[in-house]
């Protein structure tokens, strides 16, 4: 059983930055995938980036790249999102996610098995 707490969340003008961090607890957080998704109002969630169990693999969806950097750190049980360069189309709550069944890294929330609350991320124009 996994359980996973964002924070870092909040409003933020069009090209500031916000660092999002997932507190994780329960099984030994080095030994699974995670994954951040974001749900807009009225969107269905959708893949934002992901990072292997040791952090030598990480995914990206294509309007994030360059921009959002995932990391972990397993001595904390901590995944962190890096934003830069924020636009108002990051506006969404964004969640954490883990994998603990699969062994390939996931890019689709049913390819997750636990989740934390959200955290709210507002980008005004």
């Known amino acids: 059983q996994v359980q996973l707490a964002e924070s870092g969340g909040g409003l933020v003008q069009a090209g500031g930055s916000l660092r999002l961090s997932c507190a994780a607890s329960?099984?030994?957080?080095?030994?699974?995938?995670m994954g951040w998704f974001r749900q807009g109002s009225g969107k269905e969630r959708e893949f934002v980036a992901a990072?292997?169990?040791?952090?030598?693999?990480?995914y990206y969806a294509d309007s994030v790249k360059g921009r959002f950097t995932i990391s972990r750190d397993n001595a904390k049980n901590t995944m962190y999102l890096q934003m830069n360069g924020l636009k108002p189309e990051d506006t969404a709550v964004y969640y954490c996610?883990?994998?603990?069944?699969?062994?390939?890294?996931?890019?689709?929330?049913?390819?997750?098995?636990?989740w934390g609350q959200g955290t709210q991320v507002t980008v005004s124009s």
């Open positions: 996610a883990a994998d603990l069944t699969r062994f390939v890294l996931g890019r689709r929330p049913n390819e997750y098995d636990y």
């Open positions: 329960g099984r030994t957080f080095s030994t699974y995938d």
């Open positions: 990072i292997s169990w040791g952090g030598g693999t990480r």
